[in-house]
Antibody, heavy 118, light 107 residues
Framework: QIQLVESGGGVVQPGGSLRLSCAAS????????IHWVRQAPGKGLEWVAV????????DYADSVKGRFIVSGDNPKNTLYLQMNSLRADDSGVYYC???????????WGRGIQVTVSS | EIVMTQSPATLSVSPGERATLSCRAS??????LAWYQQKPGQAPRLLVY???TRASGIPARFSGSGSGTEFTLTISSLQSEDFAVYFC?????????FGQGTMVEIK
């Protein structure tokens, strides 16, 4: 059974850092694109980052480029989103999602809340 | 970046009726367009990709169409479980972008 479980969210002060984890099961995550998508409270969806299958090619939204870094731990089948220099507008629910080739993701985690506030 | 605009913002429909949701892109592309359904407190659920291909397990009452800059999601006969927010999303250019959503509510 394919599952993605996010963890590591919480409350952090502006300028702080947080690392989200996305634990994958039922498949080998390095063989598929894994996306991070976020949703601000009561708002729409925003693509944050993607690591394409193989793990070498990554893309980031302009709003997080230079602040967020995606990395993976193959033995743990886990993907990480390191978030630095956090701002209030980074607050929201963060989802990881599994795609296939260049198609939109069909498997999503339940999401994890990130709140940036003093 | 490609801006996706959905209309209407809210659609009031009675159960059993047809619902038609629109999505317009700021740039033309062929069919790299997806539709998602999202219910409160849940992750988005992929309904359609390639503008018209239903994702696995999606009922036939959901159908997508369109190309270029105009796309449509049609729900032929609304069931109680279909009342939710629907998002379109283009995956033709990075960054992939979503529309702002259409809420389908019970009339």
């Amino acid at each position: 059974q394919i599952q993605l479980v996010e963890s590591g969210g919480g409350v952090v002060q502006p300028g702080g850092s947080l690392r989200l984890s996305c634990a994958a099961s039922g498949f080998t995550f390095s063989s598929y694109p894994i996306h991070w998508v976020r949703q601000a409270p009561g708002k729409g969806l925003e693509w944050v980052a993607v690591v394409w299958s193989g793990g070498t090619d990554k893309d980031y939204a302009d709003s997080v480029k230079g602040r967020f870094i995606v990395s993976g731990d193959n033995p743990k089948n886990t993907l990480y989103l390191q978030m630095n220099s956090l701002r209030a507008d980074d607050s929201g629910v963060y989802y990881c999602a599994r795609g296939w080739q260049r198609l939109p993701p069909g498997y999503w985690g339940r999401g994890i809340q990130v709140t940036v506030s003093s | 970046e490609i801006v996706m605009t959905q209309s209407p913002a809210t659609l009031s429909v009675s159960p059993g009726e047809r619902a038609t949701l629109s999505c317009r892109a700021s740039q033309s592309f062929t069919n790299n367009l997806a539709w998602y359904q999202q219910k409160p407190g849940q992750a988005p659920r992929l309904l359609v990709y390639g503008a018209s291909t239903r994702a696995s397990g999606i009922p036939a009452r959901f159908s997508g169409s369109g190309s270029g800059t105009e796309f449509t999601l049609t729900i032929s006969s609304l069931q109680s479980e279909d009342f939710a927010v629907y998002f379109c999303q283009q995956y033709n250019n990075w960054p992939w972008t979503f529309g702002q959503g259409t809420m389908v509510e019970i009339k």
